[in-house]
């Protein structure tokens, strides 16, 4: 079961999931992120529709939001809103080495299961 976590903020704010879970996936099929996170948000996903062995590719992943919208920040002040998305890739499927990959923010969600 090799799975790959990937959130696209520059803090490990899956790091409570990651300590309480040993795989993000419930039973029924929800993330756990979802028992904290309220945030409900359709999401546009690109991939290729094939991909030969040893290839990197890319997935893009596209959350709409409001930019407007702001939280409140750790020293009380009002920032950009944390957001991030969960990749579990199929079986068989493996994150890229770090010299073959993008320079995008991603972590494995832990070393037992490294396709999330």
């Known amino acids: ?32 992120c979802a028992n904290c996170h309220l945030a409900n948000k359709p999401v546009d996903i690109e991939v290729p529709q094939a991909i ?5 590719f890319e997935a893009v992943v596209r959350i709409p939001y409001d930019m407007q919208v702001k939280q409140v920040l750790a020293n009380g ?3 950009a809103l ?19 990959r993008s320079l995008i ?8 299961c490294q396709t999330i």
């Open 52 to 56: 030969l062995p040893d290839t990197v």
């Open 77 to 79: 002040k009002k920032g």
């Open 1 to 32: 079961n090799k799975k790959h976590c990937w959130p696209f903020t520059k803090k490990k704010s899956s790091i409570i999931a990651q300590q309480g879970y040993e795989n993000p996936r419930e039973a029924t099929g929800r993330i756990v």
């Open 105 to 112: 923010f991603m972590h494995i969600y832990s070393p037992s």
């Open 82 to 100: 944390n957001v991030g998305a969960v990749l579990i890739l199929p079986e068989g499927f493996e994150l890229a080495p770090p010299d073959r």
